[in-house]
């Protein structure tokens, strides 16, 4: 028999057993769903981790409170507190030869309420004016407060004033922070993810301010730093932790802060990632399993049925690697109609995640043709059994069996 030919007895076969074959496939399509769900979400997030990085630039340096530990996290140090950046340090940090700028940062959630009496709960970083050029931001209304500036002044990020204000220019107006009035001199452009912070849903404050008023606190949460360019950024990072190890008077192995650059966050995220999409990618793989076992019991059941038509085929001539042939795309066919739904439906759950879940989502040509793959293997593994069973049969037993 040909090719064609075989395939059209494989879509007749399927056709007259639709609910049996509907069933038999089900496990196929919730595996392959679950696969390229897992396989988008990770791969959406991987770009979303690289486009942070673009907008904080190749060249900056992160410099955090106790010490990171690759697996254990950041954990406390030296004076068994994480709590170890001042001002000192920044002092210390801008002296080094090649770094461009440094924005010293503290930052807390606070409840904001506008003047009109509408509120949101939002990050507010207490930042000096180095902060827009370190972190590569503008100021598309209004002003940025000046250096020490110990006025009560607020910068908006862009969604925060629509929020507050809706379609109001928020210039000039007041704002409440931990029941403190602040004047609004400034709204952001808007810019979206800068590392871990989205960038529009943030309120800037004077640094002196945020440290004497907000927090009465000395200690600064992150120091951001920009070298001169990306070539010099790991000369800069050592430089930096030497400097820091002198100034806190620690040795590396009792090291309390951390710098770390931003590439090396999309690397160590990335990797986490990996894991993760794979992990889940595996635990969804296990409906395949069960959607080949379920496709091995039908055709095991379908040679049964149909064992005369068997024993009469090979009577008029067929050979036996005609008749494995055509149970195994028969089988092939079956998971390869359940990969193609489990594409399109894991392909609309991705797009209904990144919608209302706010998950960035990738359906990569990698996942599609790894399903595909995946799935015709699960066909050939778990159908071959029953073809070679049908092929194997004696042509006059065949024909006598009731």
């Known amino acids: 028999m040909k090719f064609y030919d075989l395939l059209k007895e494989a879509f007749k076969s399927i056709i007259s057993n639709?609910?049996?074959?509907?069933?038999?496939?089900?496990?196929?399509?919730?595996?392959?769903?679950?696969?390229?769900?897992?396989?988008?979400i990770g791969e959406g997030a991987k770009r979303q981790l690289a486009q942070s990085v673009?907008?904080?630039?190749?060249?900056?340096?992160?410099?955090?409170?106790?010490?990171i530990q690759p697996g254990r996290g950041i954990v406390s140090a030296g004076r068994g507190?994480?709590?170890?950046?001042?001002?000192?340090?920044?002092?210390?940090?801008?002296?080094?030869?090649?770094v461009k700028a440094v924005s010293p940062e503290v930052s807390r959630r606070f409840q904001i309420v506008s003047s009109s009496g509408k509120n949101t709960n939002v990050l507010v970083i207490g930042v000096t004016p180095e902060y827009l050029l370190v972190r590569n931001s503008k100021v598309e209304k209004g002003y940025f407060f000046k250096e020490n500036d110990l006025n009560r002044f607020a910068v908006l990020g862009p969604t925060v004033a629509e929020d507050l204000f809706g379609e109001e220019d928020p210039i000039g107006k007041t704002i409440r922070i931990n029941k403190i009035n602040f004047k609004v001199i400034g709204v952001l452009e808007a810019k979206g993810s800068v590392g871990f912070v989205n960038a529009d849903?943030?309120?800037?404050?004077?640094?002196?301010v945020m440290q004497k008023i907000l927090t009465g606190s000395e200690y600064l949460s992150l120091i951001a730093v920009q070298a001169e360019s990306s070539e010099l950024v790991d000369k800069v990072k050592d430089d930096i932790t030497n400097a820091l190890l002198k100034e806190h008077k620690?040795?590396?192995?009792?090291?309390?802060?951390?710098?770390?650059?931003a590439q090396q966050f999309l690397n160590t995220f990335n990797s986490l990632i990996n894991t993760m999409t794979i992990f889940l990618a595996s635990i969804a793989a296990i409906s395949l399993l069960v959607g080949g076992i379920g496709i091995m019991n039908m055709m095991l059941t379908s040679v049964t049925e149909r064992i005369k038509e068997?024993?009469?085929?090979?009577a008029i001539g067929a050979k036996k690697k005609e008749i494995l042939a055509q149970f195994l795309i028969e089988s092939i066919v079956l998971t390869l109609i359940g990969g193609i739904i489990g594409i399109f439906l894991g392909s609309l759950l991705s797009i209904a995640v990144s919608k209302f879940a706010n998950i960035t989502s990738d359906v990569s040509l990698f996942s599609i043709i790894l399903s595909i793959t995946f799935s015709s293997l699960v066909g050939i593994i778990f159908g071959y059994l029953p073809a070679k069973r049908a092929?194997?049969?004696?042509?006059i037993d065949a024909l006598r069996y009731e």
Request: charged content about 20%; cysteine-free; overall charge neutral.
């Open 81 to 98: 507190t994480a709590q170890s950046l001042k001002m000192r340090d920044v002092d210390v940090i801008k002296k080094i030869e090649g």
């Open 201 to 208: 849903e943030v309120v800037l404050v004077p640094l002196l």
């Open 18 to 40: 639709k609910l049996r074959s509907g069933l038999t496939i089900l496990g196929i399509v919730i595996g392959i769903t679950a696969i390229i769900a897992m396989l988008s």
């Open 250 to 261: 620690v040795s590396s192995e009792n090291q309390d802060f951390s710098v770390i650059a």
């Open 54 to 67: 673009e907008n904080l630039g190749s060249n900056q340096l992160n410099v955090l409170p106790g010490f």
């Open 391 to 395: 092929a194997e049969l004696n042509p």
């Open 310 to 314: 068997i024993g009469l085929r090979k």
